[in-house]
């Protein structure tokens, strides 16, 4: 049974949390709605859609918003603790900080707990959903959506041009031009007309075009050669109705599953498995490109290798006995053989760094299911022992310190990570170094906060450097104030 005490403990911290947590992920959706806004315009997604395919993406985001809300709401709610000097009540009917601590570190490791499972089980299946649906919006052709002046594509099978579109809901148009795409063997026509209107058709797969005033161009080649010169039909007509099939355009498996074998889309487990497969043709590769790189720098090598000889190759000619014609021509070719030899080489070698950026990418991946678990401990760590040195609650200092503290998170996780996909730190090392960089500081922060420190004491701070101060303030310019 939970105490008084504690209750009251994990109800100030969850009061935060929650606020914290919602604000964070509104911004992280703000952000993907920022990059992929441009994948969204003119492919006539519902706003149902849309929403379901942010909420996909938002999910993969709780894994980073999770450690900072932990760190916020810390800081805040044992900030709020010295603010209203309940520390120092509870510390004064002789219970610790660390039984103060307590509680909450007991809920940030269920928190912590449950963020693995959320990443290992849940965030696989949402990436894979998201990744499908931007990939077949992408495919989409675009919603109808014509622009007054310009030639367009967007009915299928058709250029269209509006000199003017007007009304309510843009359905009435001026300067109207059609034409239809035809092949070698069918007939060109083209649709010019005074004005026209957009019409509901009776079957939603079709657009209905009522034009007005106008005429019908055709030139009828089908069947003919179109090398010899074939009558021309112009129709003049008051009033033409089109319908045009846009089915493609509406009927689209925006939620289709194409794409199924993106590591991202893994569990732990079976990432474990998608490592060994890669390690294994990594080995055949890189044995592969060595066996080439020798054979093309000599062939002779080669030849040794397949007989088992270790006996060396005799030099069979001296390039000061050879004629000139014949010394460059052989200059040439050696010279053509190192230049293929560099091509290849550079080849191969940005073949071998994709090779190490996937694999690195692969296993920091999957380490960092559970290193932004451990992530949240040591974040409460760190908010807990702020928040009661600083001893200030609210949104004002705390917040800044949080954030300071989680950009050098990132930025440390950006940088890290960015060298181990060049190949020059271990993946393994570099998913676990921004934890193993911050537990001493977390350390070291609880032991100041359990000794009471005055670490963001501002008068201390000054006693300290008065000294210096001194020496750059002139203490005659005070006297005539005495």
Not at 70 to 89: C, D, K, P, Q, T
Request: glycine share 6%; charged share 20%; hydrophobic share 45%.
């Amino acid at each position: 049974m939970l105490k008084i005490l504690d209750r009251y403990i994990i109800k100030t911290f969850f009061g935060p949390f929650f606020f914290i947590f919602s604000v964070l992920f509104f911004i992280f959706i703000v952000n993907i709605i920022w990059v992929q806004l441009g994948q969204f315009m003119g492919k006539g997604l519902s706003y149902w859609q849309i929403l379901k395919l942010l909420f996909y993406l938002g999910v993969s985001v709780v894994s980073l918003v999770l450690p900072l809300t932990i760190l916020l709401a810390s800081i805040m709610s044992f900030g709020e603790f010295g603010e209203r000097y309940e520390l120092a009540a509870m510390k004064a009917a002789g219970i610790s900080l660390t039984r103060v601590m307590l509680p909450l570190l007991g809920v940030t490791t269920v928190l912590a707990i449950l963020l693995y499972f959320f990443s290992n089980n849940i965030i696989p299946d949402f990436q894979k959903k998201a990744k499908n649906m931007l990939f077949n919006i992408a495919q989409t052709k675009p919603a109808l959506n014509f622009t007054p002046g310009q030639f367009l594509d967007q009915l299928p099978g058709y250029m269209v041009k509006f000199d003017k579109i007007y009304g309510e809901n843009g359905e009435n148009i001026e300067g109207v031009f059609v034409h239809k795409k035809a092949s070698t063997y069918e007939n060109q026509q083209t649709i010019v007309a005074e004005k026209g209107k957009f019409a509901p058709a009776v079957n939603k797969n079709f657009l209905k075009l009522v034009l007005y005033n106008g005429y019908i161009y055709e030139d009828n080649i089908k069947g003919g050669d179109a090398r010899q010169k074939q009558p021309d039909q112009a129709i003049k007509f008051d009033t033409l109705v089109s319908h045009f099939d846009i089915s493609e355009l509406i009927d689209q498996a925006i939620e289709k599953e194409q794409i199924t074998d993106d590591y991202r889309f893994n569990t732990y487990n079976e990432l474990n498995t998608t490592i060994s497969k890669i390690k294994k043709d990594n080995q055949t590769f890189f044995t592969t490109v060595s066996s080439d790189a020798i054979n093309q720098a000599n062939p002779v090598i080669g030849y040794m290798d397949q007989n088992k000889s270790k006996a060396k190759p005799k030099q069979q000619v001296k390039l000061d006995t050879v004629k000139e014609a014949k010394k460059l021509e052989m200059i040439y070719s050696a010279h053509s053989r190192l230049d293929n030899l560099k091509n290849t080489v550079e080849g191969k070698t940005t073949e071998i760094n994709q090779n190490v950026k996937y694999f690195s990418k692969v296993i920091i991946y999957q380490q960092r299911i559970i290193s932004y678990s451990v992530t949240c401990i040591i974040f409460f760590l760190i908010g807990a022992s702020l928040g009661s040195i600083i001893r200030k609650g609210g949104m004002g200092v705390p917040v800044i310190i949080a954030i300071v503290i989680f950009i050098i998170f990132y930025v440390m996780n950006l940088g890290i990570e960015n060298i181990a996909w060049g190949g020059k730190m271990d993946p393994y090392l570099a998913a676990w170094l921004p934890n193993m960089i911050l537990f001493p500081f977390g350390i070291w922060m609880t032991f100041k906060a359990l000794t009471d420190s005055q670490l963001f004491d501002a008068e201390k701070y000054k006693a300290f450097f008065k000294p210096i101060r001194k020496l750059f303030v002139k203490s005659e310019e005070h006297k005539r104030y005495q």
